[in-house]
């Protein structure tokens, strides 16, 4: 489901920051050689997260699906000068791809990459976070909240990702649709829980923004 049509979506990012050479650069690179080049955050999306970023301005991050880097390098555009962005992904493929643009960025000294279960990783990592990042595998989104939530500082934001899943979360539920399923309890969740104040944006495929109390 597109939630605008496609002069709309131009005329937006048109008229939004421009996408950084780069980043254009690492785009261009994951259509050609990643599979599902969709999953990157893309121009409007990674410049509200680098946006989201500057205006918290963080002194540590965590982003649980790095992907091949672009939105890691979107949110380490808002870190503090001594500040470190946490970034998990299962796939050990990806690593090189992601260093080697983080290396490009100028970002690399103050981005730390995990390669594994963010289950397992989230509760070794010995800090407190300002701002995290959600964009992994959907049964798990309610897991990892409840991971995050307990080392975020207050004031601190949860971003989390495609949470609208192409508007199947108001169409009828298939029931082998685990990921709509899980999406739907998740954003239940973050409406419930009193430990956070949440305001879900359809921008792209749904991104929520929660405020940690």
């Known amino acids: 489901m597109h939630f605008l049509s496609d002069a709309l979506e131009k005329y937006v990012s048109e008229h939004s920051e421009n996408e950084p050479e780069l980043l254009k650069e690492l785009d261009r690179e994951t259509n050609l050689k990643v ?19 500057k205006l918290t301005s963080p002194k540590n991050i965590l982003e649980i699906g790095t992907y091949t880097g672009y939105s890691a390098i979107c949110l380490a555009e808002g870190l503090q000068k001594e500040g470190m962005l946490h970034t998990i992904d299962i796939n050990e493929e990806l ?42 595998d959907k049964p798990n989104y309610g897991a990892y909240f409840d991971l995050v939530i307990d080392k975020m500082n207050s004031g601190g934001l949860i971003l989390s990702d495609n ?6 979360v108001v169409e009828e ?18 409406k419930e829980d009193a430990r956070v104040e949440t305001v879900l944006l359809p921008i792209r495929d749904g991104l929520t923004m929660s405020r940690v109390l």
Do not use: C
Request: hydrophobic fraction near 40%; glycine fraction near 6%; charge should be positive.
């Open 35 to 53: 599979l599902r080049p969709r999953m990157l955050s893309g121009h409007f999306q990674g410049r509200v997260l680098s946006m989201l970023s």
């Open 95 to 136: 690593y090189d791809f992601q260093k080697k643009y983080f290396e490009k960025s100028g970002y690399a000294n103050q981005i730390k990459q995990y390669v594994g279960d963010a289950l397992e990783i989230i509760p070794k990592i010995d800090t407190t976070f300002d701002l995290v990042f959600i964009d992994a």
């Open 173 to 190: 539920l298939d029931d082998k649709d685990f990921n709509t399923e899980a999406l739907l309890a998740y954003n239940k969740k973050l």
């Open 163 to 168: 949470v609208l899943w192409s508007g199947k």
